[in-house]
């Protein structure tokens, strides 16, 4: 982790990944940070020396990743495994310029495949959003914080706020709310009723199927 700034990296001793509580070990692997599910959250996806892709969810959150045991192997529509045969070296985009991400890869053989949208054994529910962007103003904000968001549908939202450590702060929301433009304002206090310093915090706003993660700062 760098401990220094951005300008001037300073790295600290590192330390091993862990999936549960087992460490995460494959040979010779491509490790990119990408959100594959749509959740708001980024993952860990490894290209292997097998020339397979495995998919590591986060269930923590973006200021402290979480990936479970379990893991999947990225797949085709049809349940087909993705294999560039060896060294699988691979990137996601939305190449299709569609809003679903893609993936280009290549292998032991040098060619370029690219693999459009559907492109892994993860539930489809995972990608039916039920909330559009979440814009939050003013940031950096003193007193008051405007937060604004459209749901497609009637879902059960909430909203969380954390500290870059991880502890949870304030949960102003936690409500069934309809479908169309939501706006609550927040008095940037914790949940009994204190100012928050002045920091850096997460927001986190949840329905039935996403997440969507927002940084706010708080000055004073």
């Given at each position: 982790?760098?401990?220094g700034?951005n300008?001037?990296p300073?790295?600290?001793n590192y330390?091993?990944?862990?999936?549960g509580?087992?460490?995460i070990?494959?040979?010779r692997?491509?490790?990119?940070?990408?959100?594959?599910d749509?959740?708001?959250?980024?993952?860990?996806?490894?290209?292997?020396?097998?020339?397979?892709?495995?998919?590591y969810?986060?269930?923590?959150?973006?200021?402290?990743?979480?990936?479970?045991?379990?893991?999947d192997?990225?797949?085709?529509k049809?349940?087909?495994?993705?294999?560039a045969?060896?060294g699988s070296?691979?990137?996601?985009a939305d190449w299709?310029?569609?809003?679903?991400p893609?993936?280009?890869?290549s292998?032991?053989?040098?060619y370029?495949?690219?693999?459009?949208?559907?492109?892994?054994?993860i539930?489809?529910?995972?990608?039916?959003?039920?909330?559009?962007?979440?814009t939050?103003t003013p940031?950096?904000?003193?007193?008051?914080?405007?937060?604004?968001?459209?749901?497609?549908?009637q879902?059960?939202?909430?909203?969380?706020i954390y500290s870059?450590?991880?502890?949870?702060?304030?949960?102003?929301i936690?409500?069934?709310?309809?479908k169309?433009?939501q706006q609550?304002?927040?008095?940037v206090c914790?949940?009994?009723?204190?100012?928050l310093?002045?920091?850096?915090y997460?927001?986190e706003l949840?329905t039935?199927?996403?997440t969507?993660?927002?940084?706010?700062?708080?000055?004073?």
């Open positions: 982790m760098n401990i700034t300008s001037a300073v790295f600290n330390t091993v990944m862990t999936a509580v087992s460490h070990y494959r040979y692997i491509n490790p990119r940070i990408y959100d594959l749509q959740d708001g959250l980024k993952d860990l996806i490894l290209g292997n020396d097998d020339g397979r892709v495995y998919f969810k986060n269930v923590g959150t973006n200021a402290n990743p979480v990936f479970n045991g379990s893991y192997t990225l797949k085709t049809n349940g087909t495994i993705i294999d045969y060896y070296r691979f990137h996601i299709t310029d569609d809003g679903d893609d993936m280009l890869i292998g032991y053989y040098g370029i495949q690219l693999y459009e949208n559907s492109i892994t054994g539930r489809e529910e995972y990608t039916k959003k039920l909330a559009k962007t979440l939050i940031n950096p904000v003193n007193n008051k914080a405007i937060f604004k968001y459209s749901l497609n549908r879902t059960l939202v909430q909203i969380k870059t450590d991880g502890r949870l702060i304030a949960s102003p936690s409500r069934n709310e309809e169309g433009d609550f304002t927040w008095n914790d949940n009994n009723d204190r100012r310093p002045a920091g850096i997460f927001i949840k039935r199927t996403e969507i993660t927002h940084r706010i700062t708080v000055v004073r």
